[in-house]
C-alpha cells in the first residue's frame, strides 16, 4: 500500500549533482514563475521535467538519495531551494528518501491531489512549484507523524562541510 501511495513507479534516474556534472539551479535572479516549457527542458534533464513539471514519479528504490545518510541539505533540483535537513530523514521503507518535516513552511507547498482515485497531499517547491512529491500524515516520520515521501531525481543535496 504505501509503494502505491507514493506513485506510479516509472522509471527515472536520480543522480547527484556531482555524478551529472550539472548542479541544481540556483539563481536567486530568476522568476520562476515566468519560465516557459522550453526554457524548463533547457534546464533539467528530461528526467527531471517528466518528474519537476510533470507531476511525475520515478521508480522505487531507483534514488540514491533513499539510502543516502551523509549530513547536509537536500534543495529542490529545479531552483536550488533548500528544502530539507538530513537531519529530518528517516528509513520509511515505502522506496522513495523520506523527511518529517521541510527546513520551513514557507519552501514548500502543500496542494490537495485528487489524481489517480486517490486523496492525497502534493509538495511541490514554493519557488519553481516543482513536483516533489506527496506528504501522507500516516504517523511513520517522527516526532511530526508526518513523512514526506520525495522523489529523489526532484532533489539535489549539499553535504556538510566539516
Given at each position: ?7 506510479s513507479g516509472i522509471k527515472v534516474s536520480s543522480t547527484t549533482a556531482t555524478q551529472t556534472g550539472k548542479p541544481p539551479m540556483n539563481d536567486s535572479n530568476t522568476d520562476f514563475s515566468k519560465l516557459n516549457d522550453e526554457d524548463w527542458k533547457a534546464r533539467l534533464t528530461p528526467d527531471e521535467y517528466r518528474v519537476l513539471r510533470q ?108
Amino acid at each position: 500500500m504505501l509503494l502505491w501511495q507514493c506513485g506510479s513507479g516509472i522509471k527515472v534516474s536520480s543522480t547527484t549533482a556531482t555524478q551529472t556534472g550539472k548542479p541544481p539551479m540556483n539563481d536567486s535572479n530568476t522568476d520562476f514563475s515566468k519560465l516557459n516549457d522550453e526554457d524548463w527542458k533547457a534546464r533539467l534533464t528530461p528526467d527531471e521535467y517528466r518528474v519537476l513539471r510533470q507531476k511525475g514519479t520515478e521508480r522505487p528504490f531507483s534514488s540514491e538519495f533513499e539510502t543516502l545518510w551523509d549530513s547536509g541539505t537536500y534543495v529542490c533540483k529545479g531552483c536550488g531551494s533548500e528544502l530539507f535537513q538530513s537531519s529530518t530523514k528517516f528509513d520509511a521503507g515505502c522506496g522513495w528518501p523520506s523527511f518529517y518535516q521541510g527546513i520551513s513552511k514557507d519552501r514548500i507547498r502543500e496542494i490537495a491531489d485528487y489524481s489517480h482515485g486517490m486523496i492525497r497531499t502534493e509538495v511541490v517547491c514554493a519557488k519553481c512549484g516543482g513536483h516533489l512529491g506527496h506528504v501522507f500524515n500516516d504517523g511513520y516520520g517522527q516526532p511530526t507523524g508526518l513523512r514526506y515521501c520525495i522523489n529523489g531525481i526532484s532533489l539535489g543535496f549539499v553535504k556538510k562541510q566539516p
